[in-house]
């Protein structure tokens, strides 16, 4: 993993310094730069090319290099930018992350056995545990509806992009909501451009409902942190943010359903 990395620093690197100078806010580069910056470097590329851009958007941080050429307060992030197309963008957030002192609130585990048993990765367990046990409708306080997962997509500006679920939520009202869904394990990391995309994905495609983006963590195995993000004029931003532990039902003692009570509705 560390060769690969380094691998990928270097790929990422040489695309960075051929655009950037001094002042500058943001960078366009091809995709096939990669493959051009590879050759240049004498690197065996991975046979999925896009996983060196994958890599810096989700799990690894961007190389010290570029780093550092960020302002005081600012960071890089990459971001799509059409078909074939990116760009470094200068940002005050790159990644969601999980509040360390936010009370946790158990829910008894309603995940088939079965389902746990044969989970493929992280990420499908993340959104299956999301899904049998309500936790969007318990989240939002909407009643939910998985519409589809891993959406795949063309958005003007963008490009391919990709939810990992859509629900449809309805509200005492009868208002009908669009709730995409981002869903990390493991190390990987909720990164702000993902919210963009989803949110882009709703205007496009759910034109008339009201879109509320969703992100969703493992910190533990049984343990999901929720977020809700909204656009504002300095980006993605969290309005909200919950700790669900799922348990066993003995595992919920009257004491806690009682102190649950007391606490103020959101």
């Known amino acids: 993993m560390a060769a690969i990395k380094n691998r990928y620093s270097q790929i990422i690197e040489t695309i960075f310094s051929k655009y950037f100078q001094k002042g500058s806010t943001e960078i366009l580069f091809e995709r096939s730069e990669i493959i051009a910056a590879a050759k240049k470097l004498r690197i065996k590329l991975p046979k999925n090319i896009g996983d060196v851009l994958y890599s810096f958007r989700y799990r690894a941080s961007l190389p010290d290099s570029i780093v550092e050429k960020a302002p005081k307060g600012?960071?890089?992030i990459i971001r799509p930018a059409g078909r074939g197309r990116y760009k470094f963008v200068l940002?005050?957030?790159?990644?969601?992350l999980p509040s360390?002192?936010?009370?946790?609130?158990?829910?008894?585990d309603a995940t088939p056995g079965v389902i746990?048993?044969?989970?493929?990765?992280?990420?499908?367990?993340?959104?299956?545990?999301?899904?049998?046990?309500?936790l969007i409708d318990i989240f939002t306080g909407l009643t939910c509806y998985s519409l589809q997962n891993h959406l795949r997509t063309a958005i003007p500006d963008i490009g391919q992009v990709e939810t990992d679920e859509i629900y449809i939520g309805?509200?005492?009202?009868?208002?009908?909501?669009?709730?995409?869904?981002q869903a990390k394990g493991g190390s990987d990391k909720i990164g702000v451009v993902q919210i963009?995309?989803?949110?882009?994905?709703?205007?496009t495609k759910f034109q008339g409902l009201i879109c509320r983006s969703i992100a969703a963590q493992f910190m533990q195995e049984n343990v999901i942190a929720l977020f809700e993000c909204e656009m504002t004029g300095e980006g993605v931003r969290v309005s909200a943010e919950k700790h669900y532990r799922l348990v066993n039902p003995e595992e919920l003692t009257e004491e806690e359903l009682k102190a649950y009570q007391k606490r103020p509705p959101d």
């Open 91 to 96: 940002t005050t957030l790159s990644a969601i």
């Open 116 to 134: 746990s048993k044969y989970k493929l990765n992280d990420e499908q367990a993340l959104l299956a545990k999301l899904r049998y046990n309500r």
């Open 74 to 76: 600012f960071e890089w």
């Open 196 to 203: 963009e995309q989803d949110v882009a994905v709703c205007k």
């Open 100 to 108: 360390k002192i936010l009370l946790e609130t158990k829910i008894p």
């Open 170 to 181: 309805i509200d005492k009202r009868g208002v009908h909501y669009v709730i995409p869904v």
